[in-house]
């Protein structure tokens, strides 16, 4: 098995100041831990991604679980804009969130993206994307959660606290 993810990083995605300290640094727990390769002009960046799981590769995730994995991707997305690191900046998608095995954290490959969308469309659409790993219960709650994010009137905090209320409602009433 390859334990290591290696994506092509943009030089003007790179240029915006700090921005290329800050994915070495380690500093925003929420990026997986990259290491940069320069061939010839072009910027790679390599991943570590042991004891990780990209959620693309989960199937038949509950009700609970995907929740669960929601909430901790939009603690990343809040950790990041903490890092002025936006949605709409980077790829969201179910192949760039990965969950650690040991400890059940997620954590995101940085890809830069072109910016065609808004940061409140990217995330509502990622969290959509969702839907075909999860049950017919899952996908409801996440139809609920997409629309709240859409509508761009929360922040994610709010959203984040009503996942947490989502939970303990799967959790009382035993939803798979």
């Known amino acids: 098995m390859n334990n290591l993810v290696t994506v092509n990083l943009k030089q003007e995605a790179l240029d915006f100041p700090g921005r290329k300290e800050l994915l070495l640094s380690g500093k925003c727990s929420a990026l997986m831990p990259l290491n940069m390769v320069t061939d010839g002009n072009m910027e790679r960046g390599v991943y570590n991604i042991s004891s990780y799981r990209k959620i693309s590769s989960m199937r038949h995730v ?24 936006f949605p709409d900046e980077y790829v969201l998608s179910a192949d760039t969130i990965y969950i650690s095995e040991d400890t059940g954290q997620a954590g ?3 890809i830069p993206a072109e910016k065609n969308c808004s940061a409140e469309k990217v995330v509502s659409l990622f969290i959509y994307s969702l839907k075909k790993i999860t049950t017919e219960n899952g996908s409801t709650y996440l139809d609920t959660i997409g629309k709240l994010i859409e509508c761009g009137n929360l922040k994610y905090h709010r959203v984040i606290a009503f996942i947490e209320e989502l939970k303990r409602e799967v959790k009382l009433y035993e939803i798979i």
């Open 62 to 85: 509950s009700a609970w679980e995907i929740l669960d994995i929601t909430e901790k991707t939009l603690e990343c997305v809040e950790l990041c804009k903490d890092f002025l690191l």
């Open 108 to 110: 995101l490959i940085y």
